[in-house]
């Protein structure tokens, strides 16, 4: 049997556990999962809140189920091992490259805190881990310089990812130059963004980006008057309309400073889209893009986004990386 915690996960991280769990059930594999909250509607699904990863009663949950199912692993979905070791195998699943470095841009105070106190965590509870599973090789060279030096587990490379869609016909998405979907996190640098499209619609008025903001009032306090007319904020979209909406957008722009994968670049490939991405090592390693910016500069952000309007960059983005989900499955259910 297979845990999974997921006590502390949410946002993009829910794509992945409803894929990786739709996997497991066409493996009719043996599996739980512990939500904070119902997202899969599953009889395998256990919501019971969310929890820190620090909490004392995650662990004596974490502690309490692998005993009552005899669990033989238990997958920690959200980047921290547990608290105290467990009687079975425990596999970390990381995906925040936050808590790996400072990211080039400035974060709040309170997010400097959190994600120092988390690699902390990290630290401590790395003896009570087995493997860490990453997504790239560069997440997994910088997650090996926060774990402590006699560390003995493994660091597995298995990126997995949804590479088949059904596509649905939606007009709302046919009139958009670029796009960009993601959370209004400071990291997804959008600051930087909206200053690109108020230089490059002095050329081309007409240029419109959509964007995926989950609040509106974060959105308007973001965007100045003068691009209003240009940049839309769809709120917060479903996967297939997220799926629709790059499927119909001329070009996808990914101005983030930092990812431990980019699922909208990996869609973005899978869809044959011209890419425009930052030309940091994490969007390398994923993609070879259309074509890349210096994410700290909205004049050259700017620039990239008139080439590609004047027709300048015609070239589809690559994909770099394959989906290894059977291979995580294997690791998870040996």
């Not at 006699?150 to 130059?177: V, Y």
């Amino acid at each position: 049997m297979l845990i999974i915690d997921a006590l502390n996960t949410g946002g993009g991280s829910d794509v992945l556990l409803k894929y990786l769990c739709e996997i497991l059930e066409s493996k009719r594999k043996k599996y739980l999962v512990l939500t904070p909250k119902k997202v899969l509607n599953s009889d395998k699904e256990v919501a019971l809140g969310r929890y820190p990863p620090f909490s004392l009663k995650r662990n004596k949950i974490l502690l309490d189920t692998s005993r009552k199912y005899s669990a033989s692993t238990v997958l920690c979905f959200g980047n921290v091992p547990p608290a105290a070791r467990l009687s079975c195998r425990v596999v970390t699943y990381f995906h925040n490259a936050l808590i790996l470095s400072s990211p080039p841009i400035r974060l709040d105070f309170f997010s400097i805190i959190r994600f120092h106190i988390l690699r902390q965590l990290i630290w401590k509870f790395s003896p009570n881990c087995d493997q860490f599973i990453c997504q790239t090789r560069w997440v997994a060279t910088e997650l090996r310089k926060i774990l402590p030096r006699d560390f003995g587990g493994d660091i597995i490379l298995a990126p997995f990812f949804q590479d088949e869609f059904t596509i649905k016909q939606d007009n709302r998405f046919e009139s958009f130059d670029f796009i960009y979907v993601s959370s209004e996190a400071s990291h997804k640098n959008h600051k930087n963004l909206f200053d690109a499209v108020q230089i490059c619609t002095k050329n081309f008025p007409l240029a419109r980006l959509a964007v995926t903001f989950n609040s509106e009032s974060s959105f308007r306090k973001q965007t100045k008057s003068s691009i209003r007319d240009s940049v839309i904020n769809l709120g917060k979209l479903s996967r297939d309309s997220t799926i629709n909406l790059t499927k119909h957008a001329r070009f996808v722009i990914f101005p983030s400073v930092v990812e431990s994968l980019g699922l909208g670049l990996v869609e973005a490939c899978l869809l044959n889209k011209i890419v425009l991405t930052s030309d940091l090592p994490f969007s390398g390693e994923v993609i070879k893009a259309s074509a890349t910016f210096d994410p700290l500069s909205p004049q050259s952000i700017a620039n990239c986004m008139s080439k590609a309007l004047r027709g300048e960059i015609t070239n589809k983005a690559e994909l770099q990386i394959s989906n290894e989900i059977d291979k995580l499955v294997e690791v998870l259910t040996e």
